[in-house]
């Protein structure tokens, strides 16, 4: 019972960290392509 009450809680924190973590280096990546498209792509 203690193991099915400590999965649940700890599978959410270890979820929620990372995907905050994603978000913002996904956020961060597109704009640093955004910032230098020249060298990237010339468009």
């Known amino acids: 019972m ?3 009450k400590g999965l649940p809680r700890k599978t959410k ?3 929620r960290r990372p995907a905050t973590r ?3 280096l ?3 990546m597109r ?3 955004l910032q230098r ?3 990237g792509r010339p468009v």
């Open 22 to 24: 994603y978000a913002h």
């Open 37 to 39: 498209p020249r060298k």
């Open 2 to 4: 203690t193991s099915d």
């Open 13 to 15: 924190r270890i979820v």
């Open 31 to 33: 704009q640093r392509m």
């Open 26 to 28: 996904m956020k961060r």
